[in-house]
């Protein structure tokens, strides 16, 4: 068992190649001393009987209760059963980055600590991904959580999401989810952004559909959320569509709204214009002028941002050596 925290990265992918586990299952925890034992045991009942190699990675992401003393417990009875366990409590993203960097096998199913997913659903996550998808996303169809506060508002959100991402699923919150390794290691998620891992993986060309599983309402503890994750969840979404479709060239974004701001800020200047001499109105009887300056500030602003973006681009691609695309496979050409 290892001491570890987000900052230890160095770990990933732990396991020593020739007893790499075909499948990893990571679960994020965080105060669910009572969830653990059963969890533990109807997991390990699914995963002994699918004929795989298998290794379970808990995350205890800083937990006040007796969690960690429990999964303790639990990995000395079960050698398949190992622990990342945080210095303090980093939010369910965390834990779950944790458990990808951590993953040593092919394909990784995150589920919940909670009792909410059912672990037997795993083979059917798995059985699809045979069929050649890169992710499997749960879908809780029969969710058992407050109609309104939960469901109504996790509805719309999912809607949103859908829209603005263009990749379309039902239920993006969903913790049961299916991945290959490839396809994640990469990932590197923040704040609420564990929920747009399919479509970071859809963006890049990975293959994802989606799979309904079964849902059970909470039976110990309470959930760690209210309706402030929401908002969060938009706003992340907002950054991740701007990083990953327009993060490698920002002037376009910074550029198409200065632009933008200054034809707004040429029309109304015109129109200001035409009104003096068609109608002999007073410039400053109109708010155009105030509006033509604003507009004209904001234009020329915003251009020079982007400009500015794109040498933070810059900077970041080539301090740290990192590449503006992601490759699927290469053929004949030695790992490094
Ligand atoms: N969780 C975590 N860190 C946190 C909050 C939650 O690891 O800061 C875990 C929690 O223990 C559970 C999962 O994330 O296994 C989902 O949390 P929760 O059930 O509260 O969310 P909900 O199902 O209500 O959306
Ligand atoms: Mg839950």
């Known amino acids: 068992m290892t001491q570890s925290s987000i900052v230890d990265r160095g770990r990933a992918s732990g396991a020593s190649k020739a007893g790499r586990p075909f499948l990893s299952v990571i679960i994020p925890i965080y105060n669910e001393e009572e969830s653990i034992p059963v969890l533990c045991r109807d997991l390990f009942n699914v995963l002994e009987t699918i004929d795989t190699s298998f290794e379970v990675i808990c995350i205890n992401d800083g937990s006040k209760d ?7 417990a639990e ?52 059985a699809k991904m045979e069929e050649g998808y890169d992710v499997v996303s749960g ?21 949103i999401i859908s829209r603005i991402s263009g990749v379309e699923l039902h239920d993006y919150g969903c913790t049961l989810k299916a991945y290959r390794h490839d396809v994640v290691k990469d990932v590197r998620l ?16 990975a293959r994802v559909c989606e799979l309904p599983v079964r849902h059970h309402a909470r039976q110990f503890g309470k959930s760690k959320y209210g309706l402030e994750r929401v908002a969060k969840v938009i706003l992340d979404l907002m950054v991740v569509k701007f990083l990953d479709r327009h993060f490698v060239k920002p002037i376009y974004v910074f550029g198409g709204f200065g632009l933008l701001s200054l034809a707004v800020s040429g029309f109304a200047t015109l129109w200001m214009i035409w009104l003096k001499i068609a109608y002999g109105t007073s410039m400053v009887q109109t708010p155009l002028p105030i509006l033509a300056a604003i507009l004209f500030l904001v234009g020329v602003l915003s251009l020079l941002m982007g400009l500015l973006a794109e040498m933070l681009v810059r900077t970041y691609f080539e301090s740290q050596g990192r590449r503006s695309y992601s490759v699927r496979e290469t053929i004949n050409m030695a790992e490094n």
């Open 139 to 159: 879908w809780r169809k029969d969710r058992q959580d407050a109609a309104i506060r939960r469901n109504f508002v996790s509805r719309v959100a999912n809607r």
């Open 75 to 126: 990995a000395s009875v079960r050698p398949e059963l190992k622990i990342v366990s945080f210095r303090r409590n980093y939010g369910q993203t965390a834990a779950m980055m944790a458990g990808i960097d951590h993953a040593a096998g092919e394909v990784i199913v995150s589920i919940d600590a909670d009792l909410q997913n059912d672990p037997r659903d795993i083979p059917a996550l798995l």
């Open 66 to 72: 007796k969690s960690l003393e429990i999964l303790r």
């Open 190 to 205: 923040y704040g609420e952004m564990h929920r747009f891992i399919p479509i970071y993986a859809s963006w890049m060309g």
